[in-house]
């Protein structure tokens, strides 16, 4: 499977992460795949690297994470378009809720392991001066991305696990923590790009799109 190493974009200036809480799995594949199909129908807006939509395990929410050369670039973009894109979604599924967008940068990563596959990804978010803390190896744990604020106060930890078993609550490090996710689309230079089921996704039997939403 992807490993987060792959979605990584060299020329990125930041990295936006947000949560999109649809509360089925039928309605956020519904979700995920009426914004995948906006992107891939619009010309990529300059300073747009990378649009990856992750899928919690549960299925009742997406992870969104996006790079973009700088936030004003995406800013610009965002003035002019997303409620428009918003909008389209919402006729669709209507009653998302959106708890807030996160803007990142990447600092660090700590690889574990870099050859096993990643079966799920998990977000956490804590004070920066708890990181180094968080990185330590743990049981399953494949690598830890770690994403500071702008005011570097902040860490938001995108973390690898090697299977559904891993990110139990002997894992747990404190902060708060969204997830598990399995990646669902992938959008690179304006090309979508559709993604296998994780073994963990098959699993758990979330519908397809096209079911009750």
Known sequence: MTRFTDLL???AGTALMSRWLTGTAARSRAAAAAVSEEWAAAPSPPGRLSQHI?????????????????????????RAHRDNVVSRVDTLVPAIQR?????????RSVIHDPDRPAELFTVTTLAAH????ALVPRPGLLATHVHLTPDRRHAHLVR?????????????????????YTLLHALVDGTRR???RTEAESAMCIPEQGQHV
């Open 9 to 11: 974009q060299p020329a």
């Open 54 to 78: 992750l899928l919690s395990l549960d299925g009742t929410g997406l992870l969104f994470y996006a790079q973009w050369t700088s936030d004003d670039a995406h800013l610009t973009w965002a």
């Open 99 to 107: 708890p807030g967008l996160h803007r990142t940068r990447l600092a």
């Open 130 to 133: 708890d990181v180094d803390a």
């Open 160 to 180: 690898e696990w090697a299977d559904a078993a891993s990110p139990d609550d002997n894992t747990r490090i404190g902060g708060h923590d969204t997830g598990p």
């Open 194 to 196: 559709e993604l296998p």
